[in-house]
């Protein structure tokens, strides 16, 4: 467990989750292109946002949280890992068949708690349709997070950041079927479009289930079907695994709330959900990619007793976090239109959305540091398999939340919500960092961490008064078709090249170190 293991793997699923978020663009640039911000657009997105929201409660929140610190223990000392997996696997699946059965039932319930907005409109009945296709989905991609989980565990890292690929892949070829094989224009017939991009759903997660168990079944951990049994060490995970799917609700009540806000404003629920993109692409390359190979990191050097490291490895965590995310946020915030523009605006998709996308693009933008930091900020409890704290600072950031999207919504429109999610992520990083006071030495950013963090911020200001000045000189060729996209790659060209340089320059990283681990 030394700290090139961390580096490699953050790299390793940094790489392929970069992958599944430009698959993720062009799918969304299809989905703009064919169905824009109208009524089809915002069913389909309320029905495949059902299925991830109850995937972060229980796969990514309850047990990913509470399984991988304990399996990572017990692998670390030999203490019946595999079948600790298979218990776990087999409880989940029982779990949540029966769940997904009361979910299809109960679709037109989950669209009103999601979409309240939608109630009497067209929206609301083709939510409900495509919601009962696309629900299975949560069945394949919770056990798809357990494996996962069981592999990162053990530093095998590939497999579970290149599933989510097979997902985007699977949209995109979905809405290359329906077009080829639509009678007249895609865009005349947007409900065909969406039932074919419901059906790709439950379809991919068999795909990405696939993908893990055989990955899983490699490295020694096959995982088989058969009759359930509850164990001592499984009402350990239950207890453990509570609070933190409770605090895992109370995340995705806040994206609830934000949601409803939305519903009550047209098209702004595809506005939000097509800036959650392009905010989403470096929260994942970098956030959930830390987060993913820090916590069973962690879990593992505690075991061991390993306190300095513990230190060293959240530290880099946190540092290498940073000097990859304040760049991004300011880049969301400088050059949020034509970002916007020239990767979306085109068919149904009009300047006015372009406008609508790129004001919660920026907004977004301001938050991401803070969404980035908890990922790293969470592992320190639940490596201590401490999740009830986490959940009392979810409580406190929902009624924060919920008072910011539902409190200026009369004032500000839609745009509440977006703000409502930025500020909340940041006071969920305070609470966390001020509870995380009592884990001594392990927990605290070291003298190398101090030094970089406001050069980091030094050079990220340098690229923003670039960005600035670039973009309006250049503001003319984004509107060219046949110069758009080379005047957005050479602006964003100019501001990695700028951040690096005027980083190495002051002493804000050292560019080898990248390259270093990169190779291990």
């Known amino acids: 467990m030394k700290q090139v293991r961390l580096m490699a793997g953050f790299f390793t699923v940094g790489l392929w989750t970069l992958l599944s978020r430009v698959a993720g663009f062009v799918r969304d640039i299809f989905i703009a292109a064919y169905l824009g911000t109208g009524p089809v657009a915002e069913a389909f997105l309320v029905a495949f946002s059902l299925p991830n929201l109850f995937r972060r409660f229980f796969a990514e929140g309850a047990f990913n949280m509470a399984f991988v610190p304990m399996f990572a223990k017990k692998l670390e000392a030999d203490d019946g890992a595999h079948q600790f997996a298979q218990d776990a696997y087999l409880a989940m699946s029982v779990i949540l068949s029966v769940f997904t059965v009361i979910g299809i039932v109960a679709m037109p319930a989950l669209v009103a708690a999601m979409a309240s907005g939608f109630i009497g409109t067209e929206?609301?009945?083709l939510a409900v349709y495509y919601g009962r296709i696309a629900f299975p989905y949560i069945l394949f991609i919770s056990l798809t997070a357990l494996l996962s989980g069981v592999l990162n565990?053990?530093?095998?890292?590939?497999?579970?950041?290149?599933?989510?690929?097979?997902?985007?892949?699977?949209?995109?070829?979905?809405?290359?079927?329906?077009?080829?094989?639509?009678?007249?224009?895609?865009?005349?017939?947007?409900?065909?479009?969406?039932?074919?991009?419901?059906?790709?759903?439950?379809?991919a997660g068999i795909g990405q289930l696939a993908m893990v168990w055989w990955a899983a079944k490699r490295a020694g951990f096959a995982l088989r079907i058969g009759k359930p049994r509850w164990t001592p060490a499984l009402k350990r995970l239950a207890l453990i695994a509570a609070p933190a799917a409770l605090a895992g609700g109370v995340v995705q009540i806040n994206l609830l709330v934000g949601r409803q806000v939305a519903s009550y404003f047209d098209g702004a629920v595809a506005w939000l959900s097509y800036a959650d993109r392009l905010y989403q692409l470096p929260l994942g390359v970098v956030g959930i990619a830390i987060g993913v190979v820090l916590l069973p990191d962690l879990s593992r050097r505690l075991r061991a007793q390993d306190l300095a490291g513990s230190k060293d490895a959240f530290n880099r965590a946190c540092e290498v976090s940073l000097a990859l995310t304040i760049p991004a946020a300011v880049a969301l915030v400088v050059i949020a239109l034509p970002l916007v523009g020239v990767l979306f605006e085109r068919g149904a998709f009009d300047a006015a959305d372009t406008s609508a996308t790129a004001l919660a693009v920026a907004v977004y933008g301001l938050g991401l540091p803070a969404f980035v930091m908890q990922k790293t900020l969470q592992p320190l409890f639940f490596a201590r398999e401490d999740t009830k704290r986490p959940f009392y600072y979810a409580l406190v950031a929902l009624v924060l939340n919920a008072a910011l999207a539902v409190g200026l919504s009369?004032?500000?429109?839609?745009?509440?919500?977006?703000?409502?999610?930025?500020?909340?992520?940041?006071?969920?990083?305070?609470?966390?960092?001020?509870?995380?006071?009592?884990?001594?030495?392990?927990?605290?950013?070291?003298?190398?961490?101090?030094?970089?963090?406001?050069?980091?911020?030094?050079?990220?200001?340098?690229?923003?008064?670039?960005?600035?000045?670039?973009?309006?000189?250049?503001a003319p060729y984004f509107d060219i078709p046949t110069w758009r996209y080379l005047?957005?790659?050479?602006?964003?060209?100019?501001?990695?090249?700028?951040?690096?340089?005027?980083?190495?320059?002051?002493?804000?990283f050292k560019l080898a170190e990248f390259r270093r681990a990169m190779k291990r």
Do not use: C, H
């Open 410 to 474: 009369p004032l500000i429109g839609f745009i509440a919500a977006a703000w409502g999610t930025s500020l909340t992520g940041w006071a969920m990083v305070w609470l966390l960092w001020r509870g995380s006071r009592d884990m001594g030495d392990a927990a605290n950013f070291d003298a190398r961490f101090k030094s970089r963090l406001p050069r980091i911020i030094a050079a990220s200001a340098v690229m923003a008064l670039v960005l600035a000045a670039l973009s309006a000189v250049m």
């Open 123 to 125: 929206r609301f009945d």
């Open 487 to 508: 005047a957005l790659l050479a602006l964003i060209m100019a501001g990695i090249t700028t951040y690096f340089g005027t980083g190495q320059l002051i002493g804000a």
């Open 153 to 203: 565990a053990t530093g095998r890292f590939t497999a579970a950041a290149a599933a989510p690929v097979i997902l985007n892949a699977g949209f995109v070829v979905a809405l290359l079927i329906a077009a080829a094989t639509s009678t007249g224009p895609a865009v005349a017939n947007p409900e065909r479009m969406g039932l074919w991009l419901a059906s790709a759903v439950p379809l």
